[in-house]
């Protein structure tokens, strides 16, 4: 990406060097560099601007939405989201509709206000179903689980998390599959039920070990330790949350 960015810029076409900068923030991005980054999508959003590729610049302001959320700076992130859903329906691009839509939910979750986190995440979903979005439908899905087990409504959290396994399994989205798992332990062990979430805590572990996910694996033996120390299992608890 930084050869094509340098031969676009030898070249002299703005347009493909802010849309190949957007790429490489989402690289960064997905290897946790997230002032890089930002440093970088904002690059790419300036080039969008002045050769005014509206399209792009949608989802870029996406991207940047998504990196202000790992950031925890949600207030930039609610800024960049709104634009960018805006320019979403201008250009009438359903899938980065959807995907702002998503990112609202999230910003809307890390301030607690979870009915309206859920009327987002709901929105995407029902978009994601139109569009026939397979993997995207199971990570909001996923999402929407989650946010129905913080709310403490189990029965409608299992169903929504069941429904992102089913897809999850189908597309052989290994990395969500192993979330999945995690959020489904999590739903057991509020409801007491500690085999059943030691099963899915167990298959989570797997997953993560095998992808090489160290964050989710260290999430995995903290609950792995919490149900032990439940069961008086003070020794193998003590192993598990020195591994996390």
Do not use: C
Not at 91 to 113: C, D
Not at 149 to 154: D, G, K, N
Not at 233 to 238: D, I, K, M, P, R
Request: a positive charge; proline letters at 1%; hydrophobic letters at 40%.
């Amino acid at each position: 990406m930084q050869q094509a960015i340098a031969i676009h810029q030898q070249t002299g076409d703005r347009k493909m060097e802010g849309r190949t900068l957007n790429n490489l923030g989402i690289v960064y991005r997905n290897l946790g560099r997230y002032t890089l980054s930002l440093q970088t999508l904002q690059q790419a959003l300036a080039i969008s601007q002045s050769v005014n590729d509206k399209p792009w610049k949608g989802t870029i302001l996406n991207n940047l939405g998504s990196v202000y959320v790992n950031l925890s700076q949600y207030d930039k992130a609610m800024q960049a989201l709104q634009q960018a859903l805006t320019l979403s329906r201008d250009t009438h691009n359903t899938i980065l509709e959807g995907a702002t839509l998503t990112g609202i939910g999230e910003v809307y979750r890390s301030w607690g206000e979870y009915p309206k986190a859920l009327a987002f995440f709901q929105q995407s979903l029902a978009i994601y179903q139109k569009t026939g979005s397979k993997a995207e439908s199971g990570t909001v899905l996923n999402n929407i689980g989650q946010v129905y087990t913080t709310l403490a409504q189990y029965p409608q959290a299992l169903d929504a998390l069941q429904q992102a396994f089913a897809i999850h399994q189908e597309v052989g989205n290994r990395a969500m599959l192993g979330t999945t798992f995690i959020n489904l332990g999590s739903v057991y062990l509020n409801l007491g039920q500690f085999n059943k979430a030691v099963a899915f805590f167990k298959q989570a572990l797997t997953i993560s070990q095998e992808i090489g996910d160290r964050a989710k694996e260290g999430i995995t033996f903290n609950y792995l330790g919490r149900i032990l120390a439940r069961e008086n299992q003070f020794n193998e608890a003590l192993e598990n949350f020195q591994k996390h």
